[in-house]
């Protein structure tokens, strides 16, 4: 399993923007099916936001962040990112980076049991 390190969170003020990177830790790699963004705001459960195939050809994203998130990956730089404008207060949340080793996850993307490994967390918290 890879180890991911997410970064980039912080304190915004609504309608701003943020971006994240999730970074495979040295000796790993980012040679999965799948990668995706997740977020779990307090007292709720772990909500899939983003998702994107190996080559990147392929992306998702959960309805209440279609037209303002994009996410993308340099394989190259083993980096994912997501890009964040036009945040809003219900945005807030601990954003989670999870990379899948099996094709389940291109059936069930935004299932969190789709994952096989996990980053730490960063925390984003929009308000004014």
């Known amino acids: 399993q890879a180890q991911l390190v997410e970064s980039g969170g912080g304190l915004v003020q609504p309608g701003g923007s943020l971006r994240l990177s999730c970074a495979a830790a040295s000796g790993s790699t980012l040679d999965y099916i799948a990668m995706a963004w997740f977020r779990q705001a307090p007292g709720k459960g772990r909500e899939g936001v983003a998702y994107?195939?190996?080559?990147?050809?392929?992306?998702w994203y959960a309805d209440s962040v279609k037209g303002r998130f994009a996410i993308s990956r340099d394989n190259a730089r083993k980096t994912m990112y997501l890009q964040m404008n036009s945040l809003k207060p219900e945005d807030t949340g601990v954003y989670y980076c999870?990379?899948?080793?099996?094709?389940?996850?291109?059936?069930?993307?935004?299932?969190?049991?789709?994952?096989?490994?996990w980053g730490q967390g960063t925390q984003v918290t929009v308000s004014s």
């Open positions: 999870a990379a899948a080793s099996r094709v389940i996850a291109t059936m069930y993307p935004f299932d969190v049991h789709s994952y096989d490994s």
């Open positions: 994107i195939s190996q080559d990147g050809g392929t992306t």
